[in-house]
């Protein structure tokens, strides 16, 4: 195969973990005989640096001609001004909506060597396997915002809006995914309190019927908030908005013991896809060879597996992740009594060498 990957290091630890990742998917293009052309281009704080602009329209271009798209993190202090009215994220947020990437999975498993580091009880949390499906280019993050002065006082709001097509495309995601899973969905919402979270409900609710052949319910945000700490393993595929998405799976991150752990990615109706780590630029351990780039890295496995249907090489990938933490190699955010402390890089060789060893 030959692919188009365009890499998007950001800002802060951005760059350690991409490189990272970048280095593992050459490793692969080398043991499968592909060829990966990457290109890299500015966005976020790094962007604006030099034209002002968090996405400048020549990074836009080239992702959308690209197969695939790996982004690292954007935003830092340098940049973290509430009252900008230009910040990193919009160069985030602003990707995602040229892109068309509605839908972002957020995939949750706990490598059985990463018990110590969870938050949650070895005994619920043993088998957990599950797939947050985020929507990601409407909601409360894109709707109508504002500021405004009555006799004196200031206010603010933030509108959160959904039509009927975004929930079901999004909706249909999560239940093409879940046949290939547990086949079960679980829809999230806030149907009690939010009217767009009735419209939610009900247009989820009628796209389960067309899938007799999987399990749904739904479930108000603060439930499920609470059973992600309680009993995680109940779940298999979580759909819900932009924002309970957002949090959510960070709160699920804890399940797994590391925001380092976590990969995503975002796809839409069309190529290419977008897939990131879900944690952000860390600035304070930029340079240090200290973050864990295995987040980054399964994003790489990611984009194999979603943008360029390379299922048997993801799955590589994946598998090294696991054969480099049964060997006791860990970053200092995992790190355990009687593991070996390794850096950023060294961990990221450590995967790419394994892969090479599995040859």
């Known amino acids: 195969m030959q692919a188009r990957i365009t890499v998007l290091p950001g800002d802060g ?5 991409v490189a990272e990742a970048v280095k593992v998917l050459k490793k692969v293009a080398h043991i499968y005989e592909h060829e990966f052309v990457f290109e890299e281009a500015l966005i976020g704080g ?3 640096d030099v034209s002002g602009n968090p ?6 271009q080239l992702c959308c001609e690209s197969d695939a798209i790996l982004l690292a ?6 940049w973290d001004d509430p009252t900008a009215s230009v910040r990193p994220e919009q160069g985030l947020l602003g990707l995602r909506k040229g892109l068309g990437v509605f839908a972002n999975l957020r995939p949750v498993k706990l490598y059985k060597q990463l018990l110590h580091a969870s938050t949650i009880k070895p005994e619920v949390i043993a088998d957990v396997d599950l797939l947050v499906v985020r ?5 409360i993050y894109f709707g109508q915002r504002g500021r405004n002065n009555t006799d004196g006082v200031q206010g603010a709001y933030d509108t959160m809006f959904y039509t009927v097509p975004e929930v079901e495309r999004v909706v249909r995601v999560a239940f093409d995914l879940a046949r290939k899973r547990r086949k079960k969905v679980t829809s999230v919402d806030k149907a009690n309190v939010l009217e767009s979270s009735r419209l939610w409900r009900e247009t989820a609710s009628r796209v389960a019927k067309e899938y007799p052949d999987v399990e749904f319910d739904s479930m108000y945000v603060d439930i499920a908030a609470m059973r992600l700490v309680r009993y995680p393993n109940v779940f298999d595929v979580i759909v819900t908005g932009n924002m309970f998405g957002d949090i959510l799976t960070d709160e699920a991150s804890m399940i797994a013991g590391s925001m380092g752990m976590l990969p995503s990615g975002a796809i839409g109706a069309h190529k290419p896809g977008l897939f ?3 944690h952000g630029s860390a600035p304070k351990y930029t340079g240090q060879n200290v973050v864990n780039p295995i987040a980054t890295i399964l994003s790489a496995a990611m984009l194999l597996r979603y943008s360029l249907e390379l299922e048997e090489e993801a799955q590589a990938i994946e598998d090294a992740v696991q054969a480099v933490l049964e060997e006791g190699h860990r970053t200092k955010d995992i790190r355990e009594k009687g593991t070996t402390l390794v850096g950023t890089w060294e961990m990221g060789s450590l995967i790419a060498d394994r892969m090479a060893n599995s040859e």
């Open 276 to 278: 990131e780590p879900i």
């Open 135 to 139: 929507e990601l280019t409407g909601g």
């Open 13 to 17: 630890i951005g760059p350690e973990v």
């Open 55 to 60: 996405l400048p329209d020549e990074t836009l």
């Open 73 to 78: 993190a954007v935003g830092g202090p340098k």
């Open 46 to 48: 790094a962007a604006m």
